[in-house]
């Protein structure tokens, strides 16, 4: 059985920085790609950033490239999203999620509870 589960969100100031943290466990994770993807209220779920299985490759949306870096411990079964320079539009529960390798699109249907993140300004 799939389990998610993100943790790290909170409240911030803009300009301020949070490192969110997903658990993985019921799949081989060190041998998948995963990502982290966000929803804001009244939005669709976004994709955020992925990480290839070894860590030796990375891609991010375009909103975020620069600010928000995504890593991996595969002998932890975690994956990372350290998030830099918030902005307020970065307010969103966070998602992670294995993703199939090369793309954005996340593999499982069920999600986790999620994180929450708000960046006031």
């Known amino acids: 059985q799939v389990q998610l589960v993100e943790s790290g969100g909170g409240l911030v100031q803009a300009g301020g920085s949070l490192r969110l943290s997903c658990a993985a466990s019921?799949?081989?994770?060190?041998?998948?790609?995963m990502g982290w993807f966000r929803q804001a209220p009244g939005k669709e779920r976004e994709f955020v950033a992925a990480?290839?299985?070894?860590?030796?490759?990375?891609n991010y949306a375009d909103s975020v490239k620069g600010r928000f870096t995504i890593s991996r411990d595969n002998a932890m079964n975690r994956v990372y999203l350290q998030m830099n320079s918030l902005k307020p539009e970065d307010t969103a529960v966070y998602y992670c999620?294995?993703?199939?390798?090369?793309?954005?699109?996340?593999?499982?249907?069920?999600w986790g509870q999620g994180t929450q993140v708000t960046v006031s300004s």
């Open positions: 019921g799949f081989t994770f060190s041998n998948n790609a």
């Open positions: 999620n294995r993703v199939t390798s090369g793309t954005t699109k996340s593999v499982y249907n069920s």
């Open positions: 990480i290839n299985w070894s860590g030796s490759s990375t």
